[in-house]
């Protein structure tokens, strides 16, 4: 492929962002997706939790304690994945000027702090009983708290900026540099010898824990990105509102609520 | 016809939530000379921030010798010069310094302009050239910042309100520096509310393209 | 052309040293802030050798630390004021090396002589004399690590409201692992005395990882920030 | 014959080892107001500030209303709006905040002027009002800088380049309000190097009482 | 005419809040930092609760010094740079009561709530419980002593050159007394629980001698400055 037809491609695709990212037109897709992913949601939760709770037998060596890893192990993937989301959606509407992305990234990041801070915190309440202790600044748990105190710095850059593209800009050269972040909080448990525990799933081998924990595990984790995406939809909605206050179709839109 | 040097097209920049102008379309050509004309908070300053690279606009082009702004990159910024409301000189430095350390790093090899004792010289501050520039009067180191021009040699001239604190003789020498520049093929686009003699200089109203108040 | 670059940063760079210079207190600004904090430190811990020994690793490192990031503030904010950051992104020659050239004269003058006074310090501070070459072994490649850091958000927070703390918040998640491997490479040779080449080693490495996206990145983010 | 209000005698303002001028006598009465010329560098910045208290000259006499300003102290600066290069603008503020707590700082009880409404629509900010000061374009800046001599109502004005970004209609604007001033009964002391039209000004050319060379 | 110069100081102060209230961030200059210094030790000492315990008073107050130290640059600086300060000379009140205005104006924004929060960091750095009332007493004594002496060098280093630097070294010897019975205090409290009231009786000293001359020297070191 040469390099006029590749260009080609990109050009298209950069078209086809900027249809599907009229603000206006994802305010509506949204709105239709947004009661779907909501009650996947709730029945997700509340099989996950059924089968978490009461139909997951005890661990021979913890007991009942370990059951908080199915909020823990979750809401600390989503942690992850959520700064990796943030990072794409604030990268493309940094490079291609597209407005949507910048919500996006935006809406984005307190839902991943508020991720990383429930991974901080049901991750301590199963350190006491685990380690004996809340809190050690070993290498996963660190870099963890270092992803949170991301979040925090790019939501205060935000806020701290008034002109909305500037603040999206530059709050998206923090995000993607934030991203070595990333890999570090994954790999430390292999880099460093550490308390935490290393990776129990993994795409190529054989799974290294009961599937009675495995399943309701996989459930409680897809629940969280669907909550993610439900909560993404709804704040991604009104902050387009806010945007655009001052066009036609908000207030149409506002005129024919009220 | 061949296409003209530095051709806008189309342009609209916002500032906050507010367009500050909208469609604006300017072409200016070898040995032309523009002065932008606007009252107070129009956003001339803005445009000429957008015109020299400095702030992306959200809509329209920027074309120099018939290519985009932005796929030149530093090849477009190695030709134009941008005087803005503040001077860019370093206070610790003599202004002799300021100008010699402008020339190194801003000018590509052979494309250097006059010593920095000419240009002193020129915009009238052989007497200051080894004081610091801190100790500079407002309207010296306006001069200063102006000699640049002279040291840099681009053919592009970009000038927002250039005459500030300028006395009399001075805003009379610095026409004819732009009248020169133009002469030798030069680009210069001015802004300033001040009234200037400058024979040839066309006059180009930015609230046209302003629909909104201030 | 290439020869162009290298001459336009070398430029830049005796500028930077140039300007300094005259602001002779300003380069001993992170100077004199590490002296102090490590001064203080005996002050109000008092005197006792075991107790300060077994705290000097972690000492000297923040208080290196915060020395970068205090002069932070100097890297971009008085060049933006006066308006020579505008001037400099009209350069004819790509950003991101002049970026690198005024970052390496910063280094030069903030983080070169605190990693070459840290053995005075350390001594006051007890700290082993086996330790002391490693200190300054990892002073000298941590230090230019957090000022290339640093000078991402340094960039962003220009012309933001408050940017001087903002920058503190937004650069200490990114210092974090500098400090810990800094500090452990000390006290692990004030220890045992091996195990500290494994720590020099990853901030080898994250000296590298710096070099290689920190001039890009800032660049791009004054760029957004004189926008 | 009464002392005039404002009487200066013999002054000389150094600047690093440089005497800047010598000797200096001026004499302002109610109603008068002076403009100070000369070129750039020759001292007008220094004289100005000097002659509101805001520097000690190293020889010569000031008074007001008879009394050395050095004794009036904070009964002096009560009765001075001095505006300088430096607009003295929070930034954080609002137009609005700005001259409302310039206000309460500036002013002793019961000789507040106008409120800041009427100021901000005198100048032409009454939209920029609520904005962060800045936001605020040049010459905006320089328009809310002064709009604090109606606020503030103090008969002796000393402005130094006041019309620096002024736009032509704020030009004329300013030169009505110095000239209500005077007709109120106001001093003025105005450098500027730019022309401007206001009926029964006095020229004074500070060039007379400089001695060496710039 | 009394009433005059308080209803002046009055919007002095509120100005001043107002103002440090919109560079949002910056009002935690302090603050932010404060914590950053408090979080970054255990992170290089090493979790170890008691060698924390050993060092936390000293720590703290080295952490509330610098805090304090740092955010003196804000006092008058921005003001001086955009004009304000000049026009504050021109006020019609004398010039030491606007000064004591926006010296208080800015401990409350600085030394007030880092005097609060104190205790919580207090927790993380382990100190016995039964110290934390007399870490916030001390540093509720001593931080507006702090900002009130270090005004007059933050007055004095106005426009010259590298003026950061220079306020920090003439502040250090004038800090340091405070410093030493204040973290003194601290230690004793923890320790064995009396001692204690004498230093903090000492710090009320300092406090009421800096408040009665602080103020005035200040304000001489402006019209120094601005001449
Ligand atoms: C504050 C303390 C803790 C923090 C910050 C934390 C953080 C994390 C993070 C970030 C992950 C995702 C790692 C990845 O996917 O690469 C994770 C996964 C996990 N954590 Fe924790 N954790 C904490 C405490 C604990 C404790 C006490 C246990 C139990 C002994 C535990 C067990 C697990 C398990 C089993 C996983 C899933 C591993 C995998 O399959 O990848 N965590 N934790
Ligand atoms: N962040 C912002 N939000 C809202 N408005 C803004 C912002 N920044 C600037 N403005 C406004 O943008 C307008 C354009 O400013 P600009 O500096 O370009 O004007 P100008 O034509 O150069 O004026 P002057 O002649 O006074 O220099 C001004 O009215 C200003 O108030
Ligand atoms: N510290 C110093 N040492 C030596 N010369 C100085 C110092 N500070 C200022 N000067 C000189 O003093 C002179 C007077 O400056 P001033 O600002 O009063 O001039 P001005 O008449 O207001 O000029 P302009 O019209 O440019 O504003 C200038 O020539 C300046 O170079
Ligand atoms: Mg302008
Ligand atoms: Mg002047």
Redesign the interface.
């Given at each position: 492929m040469g390099k006029f037809s590749r260009l080609a491609c990109v050009t298209r695709l950069i078209k086809l962002i900027h249809k599907y990212g009229a603000p206006k037109r994802f305010y509506e897709l949204a709105g239709t997706l947004t009661p779907w992913f909501a009650s996947l949601t709730t029945l997700l939760f509340v099989s996950g939790l059924y089968l978490g709770l009461y139909w997951a037998p005890p661990d021979y060596q913890q007991g009942n304690a370990y059951r908080i890893m199915f909020v823990h192990v979750p809401n600390a993937w989503m942690s992850m994945m959520a700064y990796v989301a943030m990072a794409l959606f604030a990268a493309t509407g940094y490079i291609w000027n597209v407005r949507l992305a910048d919500i996006l990234a935006k809406a984005t990041a307190p839902l991943g702090a508020s991720f990383t801070l429930t991974a901080l915190v049901t991750g301590s309440l199963w350190g006491k009983p685990m380690w004996g202790t809340y809190w050690v600044w070993d290498a996963r748990l660190t870099s963890e708290l270092v992803l949170f105190f991301l979040y925090v710095g790019y939501m205060a850059l935000q806020a701290s900026i008034d002109d909305p593209r500037r603040a999206a800009h530059a709050s998206a050269i923090l995000a993607i540099v934030g991203v070595v972040n990333v890999p570090i909080i994954h790999y430390s448990v292999y880099w460093w010898h550490t308390l935490h525990q290393p990776a129990s799933l993994t795409l190529t081998s054989q799974p290294k824990i009961y599937i009675t924990m495995l399943i309701p595990l996989i459930i409680m984790s897809l629940g969280f990105m669907f909550f993610y995406l439900t909560m993404l939809c709804v704040r991604t909605r009104s902050e387009i509102l806010w945007r655009e206050r001052r066009t036609d179709w908000v207030r149409k839109l506002v005129e024919s609520r009220s | 016809m061949s296409d003209p040097l530095f051709a806008v097209h189309g342009l609209s920049c916002v500032r906050g939530d507010r367009t500050l102008f909208a469609g604006l379309s300017l072409t200016v050509d070898a040995g032309e000379a523009v002065h932008v004309r606007g009252p107070n908070g129009l956003g001339k300053t803005t445009l000429l921030r957008a015109l020299c690279g400095l702030s992306r606009p959200i809509r329209g082009e920027i074309r120099w010798r018939g290519e985009r702004i932005s796929d030149l990159a530093e090849d477009f910024t190695a030709e134009v010069a941008y005087v803005g409301h503040l001077n860019g000189i370093q206070g610790e430095l003599t202004a002799a310094e300021n100008l010699r350390l402008a020339s190194r790093v801003f000018t590509r090899a052979g494309h250097a302009g006059q010593g920095e004792d000419e240009a002193l010289a020129r915009v009238g501050l052989r007497a200051q050239a080894d004081r610091p520039a801190r100790h500079l009067s407002q309207g010296q180191k306006r001069r200063l910042a102006l000699a640049r021009l002279l040291v840099l040699r681009r053919p592009l001239w970009v000038l927002d309100e250039p005459f500030t604190a300028l006395d009399v003789a001075s805003v009379t020498s610095l026409s004819s520096l732009i009248g020169e520049h133009m002469a030798t093929g030069g680009l210069a686009l001015v802004v300033s509310h001040q009234a200037f003699d400058l024979p040839g200089i066309r006059d180009f109203e930015l609230a046209r393209y302003c629909r909104t108040r201030r | 052309?290439t020869?162009?670059v290298l001459?336009?940063m070398r430029?830049?760079f005796?500028?930077e040293l140039?300007?300094f210079w005259?602001?002779?207190?300003?380069?001993?600004?992170g100077l004199?802030?590490f002296l102090?904090?490590t001064t203080?430190?005996p002050?109000?811990?008092?005197p006792e050798r075991r107790?300060l020994m077994?705290?000097a690793?972690?000492?000297l490192?923040?208080a290196a630390?915060?020395a970068t990031t205090?002069s932070l503030n100097?890297l971009f904010a008085s060049d933006y004021?006066?308006?020579?950051l505008?001037?400099?992104?009209?350069?004819?020659?790509?950003l991101s090396a002049?970026v690198l050239a005024k970052i390496a004269a910063h280094w030069v003058l903030t983080g070169l002589p605190l990693a070459l006074l840290s053995p005075l310090l350390a001594i006051q501070m007890a700290l082993p004399t086996k330790a002391i070459g490693t200190l300054v072994g990892s002073l000298l490649m941590g230090t230019p690590t957090l000022t290339l850091i640093g000078a991402?958000?340094a960039a962003?927070?220009l012309g933001?409201?408050?940017g001087?703390?903002?920058v503190?918040?937004?650069v200490?998640?990114?210092y974090?692992?500098v400090?810990?491997f800094g500090?452990e490479a000390v006290?692990a040779s004030a220890g045992q005395g091996f195990a500290s080449v494994a720590h020099l080693s990853l901030l080898g490495a994250f000296l590298a990882?710096a070099l290689s996206?920190a001039p890009w990145?800032s660049s791009?983010?004054l760029r957004?920030?004189?926008?």
């Amino acid at each position: 492929m040469g390099k006029f037809s590749r260009l080609a491609c990109v050009t298209r695709l950069i078209k086809l962002i900027h249809k599907y990212g009229a603000p206006k037109r994802f305010y509506e897709l949204a709105g239709t997706l947004t009661p779907w992913f909501a009650s996947l949601t709730t029945l997700l939760f509340v099989s996950g939790l059924y089968l978490g709770l009461y139909w997951a037998p005890p661990d021979y060596q913890q007991g009942n304690a370990y059951r908080i890893m199915f909020v823990h192990v979750p809401n600390a993937w989503m942690s992850m994945m959520a700064y990796v989301a943030m990072a794409l959606f604030a990268a493309t509407g940094y490079i291609w000027n597209v407005r949507l992305a910048d919500i996006l990234a935006k809406a984005t990041a307190p839902l991943g702090a508020s991720f990383t801070l429930t991974a901080l915190v049901t991750g301590s309440l199963w350190g006491k009983p685990m380690w004996g202790t809340y809190w050690v600044w070993d290498a996963r748990l660190t870099s963890e708290l270092v992803l949170f105190f991301l979040y925090v710095g790019y939501m205060a850059l935000q806020a701290s900026i008034d002109d909305p593209r500037r603040a999206a800009h530059a709050s998206a050269i923090l995000a993607i540099v934030g991203v070595v972040n990333v890999p570090i909080i994954h790999y430390s448990v292999y880099w460093w010898h550490t308390l935490h525990q290393p990776a129990s799933l993994t795409l190529t081998s054989q799974p290294k824990i009961y599937i009675t924990m495995l399943i309701p595990l996989i459930i409680m984790s897809l629940g969280f990105m669907f909550f993610y995406l439900t909560m993404l939809c709804v704040r991604t909605r009104s902050e387009i509102l806010w945007r655009e206050r001052r066009t036609d179709w908000v207030r149409k839109l506002v005129e024919s609520r009220s | 016809m061949s296409d003209p040097l530095f051709a806008v097209h189309g342009l609209s920049c916002v500032r906050g939530d507010r367009t500050l102008f909208a469609g604006l379309s300017l072409t200016v050509d070898a040995g032309e000379a523009v002065h932008v004309r606007g009252p107070n908070g129009l956003g001339k300053t803005t445009l000429l921030r957008a015109l020299c690279g400095l702030s992306r606009p959200i809509r329209g082009e920027i074309r120099w010798r018939g290519e985009r702004i932005s796929d030149l990159a530093e090849d477009f910024t190695a030709e134009v010069a941008y005087v803005g409301h503040l001077n860019g000189i370093q206070g610790e430095l003599t202004a002799a310094e300021n100008l010699r350390l402008a020339s190194r790093v801003f000018t590509r090899a052979g494309h250097a302009g006059q010593g920095e004792d000419e240009a002193l010289a020129r915009v009238g501050l052989r007497a200051q050239a080894d004081r610091p520039a801190r100790h500079l009067s407002q309207g010296q180191k306006r001069r200063l910042a102006l000699a640049r021009l002279l040291v840099l040699r681009r053919p592009l001239w970009v000038l927002d309100e250039p005459f500030t604190a300028l006395d009399v003789a001075s805003v009379t020498s610095l026409s004819s520096l732009i009248g020169e520049h133009m002469a030798t093929g030069g680009l210069a686009l001015v802004v300033s509310h001040q009234a200037f003699d400058l024979p040839g200089i066309r006059d180009f109203e930015l609230a046209r393209y302003c629909r909104t108040r201030r | 052309m290439t020869g162009g670059v290298l001459g336009a940063m070398r430029a830049v760079f005796v500028r930077e040293l140039l300007v300094f210079w005259r602001r002779s207190t300003e380069i001993m600004a992170g100077l004199v802030f590490f002296l102090i904090v490590t001064t203080l430190f005996p002050l109000a811990i008092g005197p006792e050798r075991r107790e300060l020994m077994l705290v000097a690793p972690g000492v000297l490192w923040v208080a290196a630390l915060l020395a970068t990031t205090l002069s932070l503030n100097h890297l971009f904010a008085s060049d933006y004021q006066d308006g020579s950051l505008e001037q400099l992104l009209m350069s004819p020659y790509p950003l991101s090396a002049m970026v690198l050239a005024k970052i390496a004269a910063h280094w030069v003058l903030t983080g070169l002589p605190l990693a070459l006074l840290s053995p005075l310090l350390a001594i006051q501070m007890a700290l082993p004399t086996k330790a002391i070459g490693t200190l300054v072994g990892s002073l000298l490649m941590g230090t230019p690590t957090l000022t290339l850091i640093g000078a991402i958000p340094a960039a962003l927070t220009l012309g933001v409201r408050g940017g001087g703390v903002l920058v503190s918040l937004l650069v200490l998640p990114l210092y974090t692992p500098v400090l810990i491997f800094g500090a452990e490479a000390v006290a692990a040779s004030a220890g045992q005395g091996f195990a500290s080449v494994a720590h020099l080693s990853l901030l080898g490495a994250f000296l590298a990882l710096a070099l290689s996206f920190a001039p890009w990145a800032s660049s791009a983010a004054l760029r957004v920030s004189l926008d």
